[in-house]
């Protein structure tokens, strides 16, 4: 793997190839994907939004990436609290791993962020 950066820094120079570890980091995988469909399509939005889409009695997740580790988003799925109903029994664990893959991806307020989803067209 080191030689791979190694050559591509002489080859493009390391500013080109900071960029491209960037965008490399930036891109979805198929897991953070599937966990992105599964957050939107199982009801998550109805209360929270990422990136301001979504709704407003919890907090918008645009940025829980960056303020809960992995064990701690899984807890809070699970187990609930703070105002949140616990999902344990409701999601299966396989897509509460997807859902957490996602929220991981979450760490900027900007839009569109972590969000795979458009924004709905305003009138």
Known sequence: MNRIFSRVA???????LLCWLLMSLAANSPAQERGAAIFQNSGCLRCHSITGVGGT??????????????????????????????F????????????????????TDTPPG??????????
Not at 63 to 68: E, I
């Open 10 to 16: 002489e080859t493009c120079g390391w500013p080109a």
């Open 57 to 86: 009695r919890a907090p918008d997740l645009g940025k829980v990436g960056l303020r809960r580790s992995p064990v701690q988003m899984r807890k809070q799925i699970v187990h609930g609290g703070h105002g949140m109903p616990p």
């Open 88 to 107: 344990g029994d409701v999601l299966s664990a396989q897509k509460i791993d997807a859902i957490v893959q996602f929220l991981r991806s979450c760490r």
């Open 114 to 123: 972590c969000r795979t989803w458009e924004a709905p067209a305003t009138r």
